[in-house]
């Protein structure tokens, strides 16, 4: 089967910029504040639509129900089943966000929910100015935590960086982070929506109420280990994939191409997504079914697949559990 393109869902947000509608080729969403667009979504509620092949009209769980280990490959079948594990973002941040942080697998269950929450960024043309908050920078106990919550002196204790366009980080459930006014970029995060927020900077809401904060269920949740740096160095090449994240949610490289490469996912047990960040290039899978992809589209390429020749000057994150 061929990989699959989906219809983004396009999110409304306050702090939402106007970055997506022309990266994604949008039209008449250019002034409407759009914050995120879910490329691929299993998530109930907010199910990604098939845009193209002899699915198209379908859901992404409808196609994972019937494909199965087809799909997504033997062992993620075993392990998530009808369940896609990954959902990909692209993020405009015109204000910042939250100070926020996710649970792990355990936690979550511990509340209810299906699993914990680990992903990673990846920085596209971000604004000058941009910052985002990755992980503690000193060491405070839960109680500190919570008086720095109270007198908002918070991200007094959270490291900060300046950031631009191929900078990445990863965030392991339990690191607290916040994406910075300015940021533009690509999420990759395990499907959940276990987020605890820690600081919303005093906002209110469009009726004038302070957004709730979960104070108590974070205090249990954030790793206090602090870190030297919490970006992920990785050195930049052409015409080869250069390893981001490998974690057991998912794995993620970077390809930077502008002359013809085979990707050979013959021993690969999984789905693999690509994510288009720059350029267009021609992928023919193995049976011979050519999908084009551009700078901001993304694609699913089923499990079953064993090579895809690429053609064209791209530059893409591949991503696979």
């Known amino acids: 089967m061929q990989p699959v393109k989906f219809k983004p869902i396009l999110k409304q947000t306050i702090w939402g910029g106007n970055k997506i509608a022309k990266f994604k080729r949008v039209e008449g969403h250019d002034d409407e504040q759009?914050?995120?667009?879910?490329?691929?979504?299993?998530?109930?509620?907010?199910?990604?639509?098939?845009?193209?092949?002899?699915?198209e009209g379908k859901t992404l769980p409808e196609m994972v129900a019937e494909m199965q280990d087809r799909l997504v490959g033997t062992e993620n079948y075993k392990r998530f089943g009808n369940d896609f594990p990954l959902l990909i973002k692209f993020i405009d941040a015109r204000q910042a966000l939250s100070i926020q942080v996710h649970p792990d697998d355990e936690k979550a269950r511990q509340q209810g929910m299906k699993n914990g929450k680990t992903e990673?960024?990846?920085?596209?043309d971000s604004e000058p100015y941009a910052t985002l908050r990755c992980g503690l920078k000193q060491a405070i106990t839960p109680e500190q935590y919570k008086e720095m919550v109270a007198d908002t002196t918070i991200c007094d204790a959270i490291a900060e960086f300046p950031v631009k366009a191929d900078d990445c980080f990863f965030i392991p459930a339990g690191r607290i982070h916040s994406i910075g006014k300015g940021c533009f970029l690509a999420e990759i995060q395990q499907t959940s929506d276990a987020t605890y927020r820690i600081y919303d900077f005093n906002r209110r809401d469009k009726n004038g109420n302070l957004r709730e904060l979960h104070t108590r269920q974070a205090a249990e949740c954030i790793d206090y280990n602090v870190q030297e740096d919490y970006r992920t160095e990785y050195v930049p090449a052409k015409n080869q994939g250069v390893s981001l994240v490998q974690c057991r949610y998912f794995n993620t490289a970077v390809y930077d191409l502008d002359e013809p490469m085979t990707l050979d996912y013959s021993e690969l047990d999984s789905f693999v997504i690509i994510i288009g960040l720059k350029g267009e290039a021609t992928f023919t899978d193995n049976e011979g079914n050519a999908t084009t992809l551009r700078g901001g589209e993304t694609m699913l390429v089923p499990a079953t697949t064993k090579t895809l020749n690429v053609n064209g000057e791209i530059k893409f994150l591949e991503t696979y559990v």
Request: a negative charge; charged letters at 15%.
């Open 120 to 124: 990673m960024w990846y920085l596209m």
């Open 34 to 55: 759009i914050g995120e667009s879910w490329e691929i979504s299993g998530v109930k509620g907010n199910e990604s639509i098939i845009a193209n092949g002899p699915y």
